[in-house]
């Protein structure tokens, strides 16, 4: 659904961390809400694969998708405005994606399914195929169903939903693995760290190199629960009050980068609980309350087994004595080749109070008067391996530092507090009139104020900032970066309504706004250095390492700290100004066209620039700096037609032309190769840009099979996707099927894409 929407793309090249992007905006500036609440997770660096949390609260708790958030079949309703110009919208300025929760009515109504499938009916997997293997089993059993009613007639209600996903993923493992040759010519030392990846069955590669293939599936598992309750206190007041759980566990082998015979094994738990009261007073004036409380934790460990052959190794082999794989973590990478790591328990939990609350009132009938708050907390703890060890090597064979010659291109050890606390505060307000001017003018204009500081702890050590003194050069005693009080953004907004013939209406629409982003960065990544861990680090080390080399660094560290990563002393929010006009116009009832052109300019954007020190006296050897710096540009062309051709079939189609242009498509941009010496990054189009965008889609309802329970196969959904940039071939979003309908309208999806 969030595809469909005109100036919606994705990033290109797997460049992007699952999210997406709208209006030529970073994915991790998209806010989502269930019910009025956040749904946004702190901190993450919004950069590459950011996954869950990504990119400073602009990615919901699973990285982009809704299943964890809210079961389809519960959701009433699905919005995505990518311009929203009244300031009751904001705290990140793309697009706003507002989910409503069904609930109960005066009558028993539900459903319950059953969607399964098996590799029965796919084509093998290209790789496999072509190295001669079978199909790897795949297998998804997703049942699931919804039910609600009165408990009271007319007064309380009740709605229950449920759905459990089974599913076993297929995969092609074609890892580059040491060859026997390799393995034959290894030191005694070296042997064991050869023979503990998988033994080769492909191809030889050259450089002491092999392939490994195979195939295989990896399980997971995860349950959907919700309860919502509506209570009718009084004539003028209502309440709500709705309860999710979704636990969730996976199983995974490693693959290209990682050795298959590495198995992850993560789980997770989310819990959401909200409640909401709507009183409406003698006046007409409304004031709704929601007030949040949600618990997501998620855990993770990696272990070594015999897959392919392969011979684990054991833990005196990689820890000093005391260090297990319980309580240390090791990694071994090989450039060119798969490499392994394992070991290791961490685990993260956040938690967050959410309340909202908007007064609503009108004023001689012309303005309807609007104003709110938005406070936020997250408290997260994030529970860490107190010991890793790493070492790199370049190559199999054939170099200075290559695997065989024991010589490696560096080597770390590093001690960790065994649990850190963030925490992130957020504070918004906004004030808003929409003032019918004229019969056909609407006005739309107001502020809004976000106030977010910089996170820090609410037990341990506190994160280092810049110090003002040459020769402290980092202190613990102020914040990451000054707290931005100003940040007060004006909108404005205007719809005029310039034909009112029944079937034949035209109406113009303008906006123009200000929105401030969260403007978090990857600070989040300066609870992961010092001072929370001391890192010693070796270039050029032989390997194994001595028992002198493997032993726990102190804690806490001492100076010079190692890297470090926090915000720039003149660190500012970032600041999109967005503007948008519409052009739309009725031809006849149930035909549409829609022509809109929106246009974006982002400035003061998040990069992170990483330099060496200066100067003996220096508090650290690399800082990683996050600073504004970077700038981007949108303009696109969105057109839309839709056609209702009778009570049962409808359709969409909608054309986006845009250009996006930046000097950087993520906060993490220019970290690489001390990049911050030689300036600002070259400005050029976006990982996101898409030229053309073209969707085709269309509702069938067809004639149902009647019975007293069930309607079978009422409304079928098609949808087609099409993009293109520069050079690059068309992408197949996929076909939709409606999962949830009002009357001959589908109001939910979902979708399968294949490229």
Same mark, same amino acid.
């Given at each position: 659904?969030?595809?469909?929407?005109?100036?919606?793309?994705?990033?290109?090249?797997?460049?992007?961390?699952?999210?997406?992007?709208?209006?030529?905006?970073?994915?991790?500036?998209?806010?989502?809400?269930?019910?009025?609440?956040?749904?946004?997770?702190?901190?993450?660096?919004?950069?590459?694969?950011?996954?869950?949390?990504?990119?400073?609260?602009?990615?919901?708790?699973?990285?982009?998708?809704?299943?964890?958030?809210?079961?389809?079949?519960?959701?009433?309703?699905?919005?995505?405005?990518?311009?929203?110009?009244?300031?009751?919208?904001?705290?990140?300025?793309?697009?706003?994606?507002?989910?409503?929760?069904?609930?109960?009515?005066?009558?028993?109504?539900?459903?319950?399914?059953?969607?399964?499938?098996?590799?029965?009916?796919?084509?093998?997997?290209?790789?496999?195929?072509?190295?001669?293997?079978?199909?790897?089993?795949?297998?998804?059993?997703?049942?699931? /169903?919804?039910?609600?009613?009165?408990?009271?007639?007319?007064?309380?209600?009740?709605?229950?939903?449920?759905?459990?996903?089974?599913?076993? +993923?297929?995969?092609?493992?074609?890892?580059?693995?040491?060859?026997?040759?390799?393995?034959?010519?290894?030191?005694?030392?070296?042997?064991?760290?050869?023979?503990?990846?998988?033994?080769?069955?492909?191809?030889?590669?050259?450089?002491?190199?092999?392939?490994?293939?195979?195939?295989?599936?990896?399980? +997971?598992?995860?349950?959907?629960?919700?309860?919502?309750?509506?209570?009718?206190?009084?004539?003028?007041?209502?309440?709500?009050?709705?309860?999710?759980?979704?636990?969730?566990?996976?199983?995974?082998?490693?693959?290209?980068?990682?050795?298959?015979?590495?198995?992850?094994? =993560?789980?997770?738990?989310?819990?959401?609980?909200?409640?909401?009261?709507?009183?409406?007073?003698?006046?007409?004036?409304?004031?709704?309350?929601?007030?949040?409380?949600?618990?997501?934790?998620?855990?993770?460990?990696?272990?070594?087994?015999?897959?392919?052959?392969?011979?684990?190794?054991?833990?005196?082999?990689?820890?000093? +004595?005391?260090?297990?794989?319980?309580?240390?973590?090791?990694?071994?990478?090989?450039?060119?080749?798969?490499?392994?790591?394992?070991?290791?328990?961490?685990?993260?939990?956040?938690?967050?109070?959410?309340?909202?609350?908007?007064?609503?009132?009108?004023?001689?009938?012309?303005?309807?008067?609007?104003?709110?708050?938005?406070?936020?907390?997250?408290?997260?703890?994030?529970?860490?391996?107190?010991?890793?060890?790493?070492?790199?090597?370049?190559?199999?064979?054939?170099?200075?530092?290559?695997?065989?010659?024991?010589?490696?291109?560096?080597?770390?050890?590093?001690?960790?507090?065994?649990?850190?606390?963030?925490?992130?505060?957020?504070? +918004?307000?906004?004030?808003?009139?929409?003032?019918?001017?004229?019969?056909?003018?609407?006005?739309?204009?107001?502020?809004?104020?976000?106030?977010?500081?910089?996170?820090?702890?609410?037990?341990?050590?506190?994160?280092?900032?810049?110090?003002?003194?040459?020769?402290?050069?980092?202190?613990?005693?102020?914040?990451?970066?000054?707290?931005?009080?100003?940040?007060?953004?004006?909108?404005?907004?205007?719809?005029?309504?310039?034909?009112?013939?029944?079937?034949?209406?035209?109406?113009? =629409?303008?906006?123009?706004?200000?929105?401030?982003?969260?403007?978090?960065?990857?600070?989040?990544?300066?609870?992961?250095?010092?001072?929370?861990?001391?890192?010693?680090?070796?270039?050029?080390?032989?390997?194994?390492?001595?028992?002198?080399?493997?032993?726990?660094?102190?804690?806490?560290?001492? =100076?010079?700290?190692?890297?470090?990563?926090?915000?720039?002393?003149?660190?500012?929010?970032?600041?999109?100004?967005?503007?948008?006009?519409?052009?739309?116009?009725?031809?006849?009832?149930?035909?549409?066209?829609?022509?809109?052109?929106?246009?974006?300019?982002?400035?003061?954007?998040?990069?992170?620039?990483?330099?060496?020190?200066?100067?003996?006296?220096?508090?650290?050897?690399?800082?990683?700096?996050?600073?504004? /710096?970077?700038?981007?540009?949108?303009?696109?062309?969105?057109?839309?037609?839709?056609?209702?051709?009778?009570?049962?079939?409808?359709?969409?189609?909608?054309?986006?032309?845009?250009?996006?242009?930046?000097?950087?498509?993520?906060?993490?941009?220019?970290?690489?190769?001390?990049?911050?010496?030689?300036?600002?990054?070259?400005?050029?189009?976006?990982?996101?840009?898409?030229?053309?965008?073209?969707?085709?889609?269309?509702?069938?309802?067809?004639?149902?099979?009647?019975?007293?329970?069930?309607?079978?196969?009422?409304?079928?959904?098609?949808?087609?996707?099409?993009?293109?940039?520069?050079?690059?071939?068309?992408?197949?979003?996929?076909?939709?099927?409606?999962?949830?309908?009002?009357?001959?309208?589908?109001?939910?999806?979902?979708?399968?894409?294949?490229?």
């Amino acid at each position: 659904l969030i595809l469909m929407a005109p100036g919606v793309t994705s990033a290109a090249g797997g460049k992007g961390d699952g999210g997406f992007n709208a209006n030529g905006l970073r994915s991790n500036t998209n806010y989502y809400t269930i019910d009025g609440v956040s749904m946004n997770q702190a901190g993450g660096s919004g950069g590459g694969p950011g996954g869950p949390g990504g990119g400073g609260g602009g990615v919901p708790p699973d990285g982009g998708a809704s299943s964890e958030m809210i079961n389809i079949d519960a959701m009433q309703e699905m919005k995505v405005q990518t311009a929203s110009i009244a300031p009751e919208f904001g705290r990140s300025p793309g697009a706003q994606v507002v989910m409503t929760s069904r609930g109960g009515g005066n009558d028993f109504h539900g459903s319950v399914y059953y969607y399964k499938r098996s590799d029965e009916f796919d084509a093998n997997d290209w790789f496999a195929n072509s190295g001669g293997y079978p199909r790897a089993k795949e297998r998804q059993d997703r049942p699931g /169903g919804v039910f609600g009613g009165p408990i009271v007639k007319r007064k309380t209600f009740f709605f229950v939903s449920f759905e459990r996903l089974a599913l076993q +993923s297929p995969e092609t493992v074609v890892a580059d693995v040491p060859d026997p040759a390799s393995r034959n010519a290894a030191p005694s030392a070296l042997a064991p760290y050869l023979k503990a990846f998988p033994y080769p069955n492909g191809a030889e590669l050259g450089s002491g190199a092999a392939e490994y293939r195979a195939v295989l599936s990896n399980p +997971s598992h995860s349950n959907s629960e919700s309860l919502r309750l509506d209570h009718t206190l009084s004539q003028h007041t209502t309440l709500f009050a709705r309860y999710s759980l979704t636990p969730a566990n996976s199983v995974q082998r490693g693959s290209q980068v990682v050795t298959p015979n590495i198995i992850q094994n =993560r789980s997770s738990r989310s819990q959401l609980a909200t409640t909401g009261i709507t009183h409406v007073f003698e006046d007409g004036s409304v004031n709704d309350l929601r007030v949040n409380y949600s618990d997501s934790s998620a855990s993770g460990y990696s272990t070594m087994d015999t897959y392919g052959g392969a011979v684990p190794l054991t833990d005196s082999l990689v820890f000093p +004595s005391g260090i297990t794989s319980s309580t240390g973590s090791f990694s071994l990478s090989v450039l060119g080749a798969a490499g392994y790591s394992y070991g290791g328990r961490n685990a993260n939990r956040q938690q967050q109070v959410n309340v909202v609350d908007s007064f609503t009132t009108s004023v001689r009938e012309t303005h309807h008067v609007k104003a709110g708050v938005d406070y936020r907390e997250q408290l997260r703890t994030s529970e860490r391996t107190p010991y890793s060890a790493s070492v790199s090597f370049d190559g199999i064979t054939g170099k200075t530092e290559s695997l065989l010659t024991a010589l490696a291109l560096n080597g770390q050890v590093s001690s960790n507090l065994a649990a850190v606390y963030p925490t992130y505060l957020n504070l +918004s307000a906004y004030a808003q009139d929409t003032w019918r001017a004229t019969e056909r003018t609407t006005v739309t204009y107001g502020l809004r104020w976000d106030l977010n500081p910089a996170p820090t702890t609410r037990s341990g050590p506190k994160p280092f900032a810049l110090s003002d003194s040459t020769i402290a050069g980092v202190t613990q005693n102020q914040p990451i970066y000054p707290t931005r009080w100003a940040n007060i953004a004006p909108r404005f907004g205007v719809a005029y309504l310039s034909d009112d013939t029944p079937g034949r209406e035209m109406l113009l =629409r303008a906006g123009v706004g200000m929105f401030y982003d969260l403007g978090y960065g990857v600070v989040d990544s300066a609870f992961s250095g010092a001072p929370y861990s001391s890192v010693r680090t070796m270039s050029e080390v032989t390997y194994p390492f001595s028992a002198s080399e493997l032993a726990p660094p102190t804690l806490p560290p001492s =100076r010079p700290y190692g890297q470090i990563t926090t915000g720039g002393p003149d660190l500012v929010s970032p600041v999109v100004y967005q503007i948008n006009g519409t052009w739309e116009k009725n031809f006849g009832p149930g035909q549409t066209l829609i022509v809109g052109a929106s246009a974006t300019r982002g400035r003061n954007l998040m990069r992170t620039a990483t330099q060496p020190s200066f100067g003996s006296s220096s508090a650290y050897q690399i800082l990683r700096e996050v600073s504004n /710096g970077a700038q981007s540009s949108y303009n696109g062309l969105q057109v839309q037609f839709r056609k209702r051709f009778s009570n049962n079939f409808q359709t969409q189609l909608s054309y986006t032309w845009a250009r996006s242009m930046d000097s950087s498509s993520n906060d993490a941009g220019f970290g690489g190769g001390f990049a911050s010496l030689f300036g600002a990054g070259e400005r050029g189009p976006s990982d996101y840009d898409v030229k053309h965008s073209v969707n085709l889609s269309g509702s069938i309802r067809l004639p149902a099979a009647k019975g007293p329970f069930f309607y079978l196969l009422q409304h079928w959904y098609l949808d087609f996707t099409a993009s293109a940039r520069s050079g690059l071939p068309f992408d197949i979003q996929g076909v939709s099927t409606c999962t949830s309908s009002s009357g001959s309208t589908c109001s939910s999806t979902t979708t399968s894409s294949a490229n």
